[in-house]
């Protein structure tokens, strides 16, 4: 290829977008993951408090996240529905095996060792379980009927089970969540949503005595009063709405925020890494951040509605509403509205499993994109 070729490709607007299509990349989802993961690398900084080591890798997850995306979006969207079952029963095997041979940190056991990282299967199963029930109900009658239904929620309290037996009830929730997401969106009917409810109801009691352990019981009752222990089970939350709050309209300036750079805000580069945009972009920058997500989620959407399957259909709308999911508890759990449980925010916090998952879910949305389609809606 001569340099005049290369001139040439560059000035023609539609070159990128030949590109994108010859290697099934949604090319506008890719420009708003790229913003998004430059947005988070930059709040990361601030809140690892100026370490480069956390940025670095956390750079090296994304390139990897990236990778594995590209590699998913060539998939067919029909291969990805033939393997589902394999994929899914591969996710069980790793969840039995981090019960029998798990890493444990910090009282839960939720990583395998693989000797140049580690790996958290839990994580991996939020794409596993809505990928297999897509898969499962595309094949049936929609809406499902009982036995469909009995079924898939079969499938998806198994992995969810395991995850509780970690213990990690965040994230069992969170995969809880995924499958259920593809009930709904296959057209569950009101008297299952509406038992569903009451069975859940029901149960918190049996929850509370039998299931939840006395820390998980303690968050619960923080997130009620959590001025009742400032210095204990309340101090998480207590700082960070303060360091939300402090933020105000423009924020403190980048990597002058004093509640986490004074380390008065635990988990800042994780769980609580929000709280850190807000003290220092303000309001702006939860703003700013916000808009991405709606435009990913909004891609993702339009994407699940030209889907020409409707396994496609419903996997696609799944991934998407589990991306809102994430977001929406995290900044809850940050807030003071929904109890702490240990859920990253997307793309923003820090992690390796995690990004690895999400970049593997837009992959699938990807690949589904580029479904042969009679009519294509630009978004």
Request: hydrophobic letters at 55%; aromatic letters at 12%.
């Amino acid at each position: 290829m001569q340099i005049n070729d290369f001139v040439r490709t560059m000035q023609n607007p539609g070159g990128a977008r030949r590109i994108s299509r010859s290697m099934n990349i949604d090319f506008i989802l890719l420009v708003l993951l790229f913003a998004l993961c430059t947005f988070g690398l930059a709040v990361l900084y601030s809140a690892a408090e100026q370490d480069l080591s956390y940025v670095k890798r956390q750079l090296t997850f994304m390139t990897v996240g990236f990778a594995l995306m590209l590699i998913v979006a060539q998939i067919s969207v029909r291969s990805l529905e033939r393997w589902a079952f394999v994929i899914y029963g591969l996710g069980l095997v790793s969840l039995f095996a981090v019960l029998i041979f798990g890493v444990g940190a910090k009282g839960a056991q939720r990583w395998l060792d693989l000797g140049f990282t580690r790996l958290q299967p839990a994580e991996l199963m939020k794409v596993c379980v809505p990928l297999m029930i897509s898969a499962y109900l595309s094949k049936r009658f929609i809406p499902p009927n009982f036995k469909h239904v009995c079924w898939s929620i079969v499938m998806i309290l198994v992995p969810t089970l395991l995850i509780v037996r970690q213990p990690d009830l965040g994230t069992a929730i969170l995969v809880f969540m995924s499958g259920f997401l593809v009930l709904f969106l296959a057209g569950l009917g009101k008297r299952y949503i509406a038992g569903s409810g009451l069975i859940a109801i029901a149960a918190i009691p049996v929850m509370w005595l039998f299931v939840l352990r006395d820390y998980q019981k303690q968050r619960i009752l923080t997130l009620l009063s959590p001025e009742d222990d400032t210095l204990g089970s309340g101090w998480n939350i207590i700082q960070s709405k303060t360091a939300i709050g402090s933020g105000g309209f423009e924020g403190k300036g980048w990597t002058e925020g004093t509640q986490s750079q004074l380390s008065f805000l635990p988990e800042s580069h994780t769980d609580f890494i929000i709280a850190v945009l807000a003290e220092e972009f303000g309001l702006i920058g939860v703003l700013a951040l916000c808009t991405l997500y709606l435009l990913v989620i909004g891609r993702s959407l339009v994407i699940a509605t030209n889907a020409q399957s409707q396994f496609g259909r419903l996997l696609a709308g799944s991934l998407a509403s589990i991306f809102f999911v994430y977001i929406f508890v995290n900044m809850g759990m940050v807030s003071g509205i929904l109890p702490v449980v240990g859920a990253p925010l997307p793309m923003i916090s820090y992690g390796g499993t995690a990004i690895l998952t999400l970049f593997i879910g837009f992959g699938m949305l990807m690949a589904i994109s580029r479904e042969p389609k009679q009519m294509r809606t630009q978004f």
